[in-house]
């Protein structure tokens, strides 16, 4: 077999498995319900202004790496913005979250070392434990007294390191922070934290779940994706100065990739500000996401009792979520199917994401449509 058959015969094996994708934009009349915007940031006209004054001022590109010529006083600018608002020493600023796992996981992690890691954690963060050196020990999913089980019986002659996310991105839980916070102060483990789908919309000034757990002093680094809920791209490593300091000079993902665009970062200074200045936006995104919840239950839609932005309607087959799906989005509702191995074998589902620009009447009309296509 060559490798255009090769090729052709995995493509024939992932529509026969009904997991094919499709590069499908929305429509501009449609109702957002399945993207990360969740403070509607990202057509906020003050980004818009900042993006452009900036892009008058510096450019589009930043036309190297930033320890070559790609270096901007808006990425320092921005850093210390999202330090400030994480109250942190110091924060580096990635060109996608994907980027900023790979970077910790391989720069951190040595032969002797033990990682452990949630079994639904990112794909980012799986293949970023991948690619390091370090031996690998899945746990199961927000169990913590699972954990403390395999870290008193697993052997390290290294660091020992514990990765999850605070919300996860598809089942919409949230992490048992405040056991694993315990757990690694006993146990010395480093604590990362993947709050790509938290910061902006939890605690009191809205850094994230690190900070409505209080935390923030058993957490080694966290990492914070700028294009959800602060509305841009791009992610945002927040820890101590020594720690920064060493992704700046061992992370490859960091150290070989082109800098983002400098306008990137002064818009990412404009949705700090709203972040933390104007609370109502994550205040009502939570209180629609109760009232969701409550209403699908209400209507027999089995939900969690979790009080997250992200909503799963499980499905079951992948052809089945596909088809209801297509059918909301042709009624003006945009949600997507979430399909294996994005989530587990048998488990695909519809995946909720609510945003603060919707309101009350256009969620009833929609568990009113889900209801008939379910």
């Known amino acids: 077999m060559n490798l255009s058959e090769r090729t052709e015969k995995h493509l024939s094996v992932i ?13 501009p009349l449609s109702v957002d319900l399945s993207s990360n915007d969740y403070l509607g940031l990202a057509n ?7 993006m452009i004054a900036e892009i008058e001022r510096t450019g589009c590109g930043s036309t190297g790496s930033r320890l070559l010529r790609g270096e901007r006083e808006i990425f320092a600018r921005a850093e210390n913005c999202f330090a400030e608002f994480k109250k942190t020493e110091r924060a580096l600023f990635f060109g996608s979250g994907y980027a900023a796992n790979i970077g910790i996981l391989t720069t951190f992690l040595e032969a002797g070392d033990v990682i452990f890691s949630d079994e639904l954690n990112h794909a980012s963060l799986i293949d970023g434990i991948r690619l390091a050196k ?17 870290l008193k019986k697993t052997p390290c002659e290294g660091q020992r390191f514990l990765v999850v996310e605070s919300l996860f991105s598809m089942d919409g839980d949230i992490a048992p922070l405040n056991e694993y916070s315990r757990i690694c102060r006993e146990y010395n483990v480093a604590l990362i934290v993947d709050e790509a789908h938290a ?63 400098p306008a990137v970062c002064a818009a990412l200074i404009e949705a700090i500000k709203i972040a933390e ?43 089945k979520a596909v088809a209801i799906a297509e059918q909301l989005q042709a009624d003006g509702f945009d949600v997507r199917a979430i399909r294996p191995p994005t989530v587990p074998e048998n488990s695909a589902r519809l995946r909720i994401s609510l945003n603060s620009n919707l309101d009350a009447e256009i ?9 008939l296509v379910l």
């Open 134 to 150: 370090a031996e690998r020990v899945i746990f199961p999913h927000n169990d913590a007294a699972a954990l403390e089980k395999l």
């Open 44 to 50: 906020e006209e003050r980004l818009k202004a900042a």
């Open 199 to 261: 910061v902006g919309v939890y605690g009191e000034r809205g850094s994230g779940l690190i900070e409505e757990y209080g935390i923030a002093q058993d957490v080694f680094l966290s990492i914070n994706t700028a294009g959800k809920a602060l509305g841009v791209s791009g992610a945002f490593v927040a820890g101590s100065a020594a720690a920064i300091e060493l992704l700046i000079q061992r992370a490859r993902s960091f150290i070989f990739s082109t800098a983002p665009a």
């Open 277 to 319: 200045q104007e609370p109502h936006r994550r205040f009502e995104l939570l209180r629609l996401s109760k009232f969701l919840r409550e209403l699908l239950s209400e209507n027999g839609i089995p939900v969690s009792s979790e009080n997250s932005q992200i909503i799963p309607v499980i499905i079951g087959t992948s052809e």
């Open 363 to 371: 969620i009833c009309k929609f568990v009113k449509k889900l209801k």
């Open 15 to 27: 529509k026969e498995r009904g997991l094919w994708r499709t590069l499908k934009p929305p429509s």
